[in-house]
Structures are given as C-alpha cells and as structure tokens.
C-alpha cells in the first residue's frame, strides 16, 4: 500500500448544515457538480468529503460515532496568518476552542470546531512550510 491519502470523510449529523459550514465559514467551494447525498471539496492532494452519518452507518453496517482522538490541521506559513484565519473563520462561526497563541514545540497555534464537534487546529510550523501548490511539509 503507497503511503498516501485519497478522501477523509467525516460522518457529519447534518449535511446541509456541515455543507454550509465548508462552504461559508471556511469559504471552501465544493466539487462540480455537488451531490445530494455527500459533498466534496478537492483540496491538494486529496479530497474532503461530508456524508450523513446515518447513510454512513447503512454502509458500513454498524455504527458510526462522533469524531474523537484527532485533529485536523490547517497549516500556514506564518503567526500573522493563524491570527487572521482564526479572526475569519471565528467571525463567520466557527466555535473558538483555543485561542492563538505559541505552543511548547516552538509554533503558534488555535482550534475551532465544525459543526458535528470536529476539531480544526490552524497552525505555523516554523520548522516546515506550505509549499506553493498547497501540500505541505517542506522541512526548513
């Protein structure tokens, strides 16, 4: 198996609401055509999907539980754009968890959460960078 990843799904309460969420707070714009039943949102490298959890349970014949025990990380290339992500995504309503501020491994960082409780950190990395195309992971 290549060590790579193609879509992360989240098993979202309520599409309309997380679709609205991606689309307006973060000001992702979904994949052409959307879908009824499932969204998705091309970022580089890999797809980001939403699908209710319900019809995810249905498919994966059994139960599906509320996202725990990850984060996922919106990575940036400098204090200032943490600062002004947060500023943007609070403001339209995401719910703050954290603050910005520098954290023990020498970066900057805050949490905001989605809809559906998932954990969003928006980080700088002073010792890796975004690179041009988007992916991320540059070591300095």
Known sequence: ?????????????????????YGDVFGWVEIE???????FFQLPGLQFALYPAAAMAAEHNGPVGA???????????????????????????ATSLKAPEEVFWGGY??????????????AHNPFTAVNEDG?????R
Do not use: H
């Not at 055509?33 to 969204?39: F, K, L, T």
């Not at 992916?135 to 070591?139: F, R």
């Open 1 to 21: 198996m290549e060590q790579r990843l193609s879509i992360i799904t989240l098993a979202v309460a309520d599409l309309a609401v997380s679709r609205a969420f």
């Open 33 to 39: 055509p959307p879908a009824d039943e499932i969204a």
């Open 67 to 93: 996202p725990q025990g990850f984060t996922l990380a919106y990575n940036v290339n400098s204090k200032a754009e943490v600062d002004e992500v947060y500023a943007q995504v609070t403001g339209r309503g």
């Open 109 to 122: 960082s805050c949490y905001v959460a989605g809809p559906d409780g998932e954990q969003w950190e928006i």
């Open 135 to 139: 992916t991320y992971g540059a070591w």
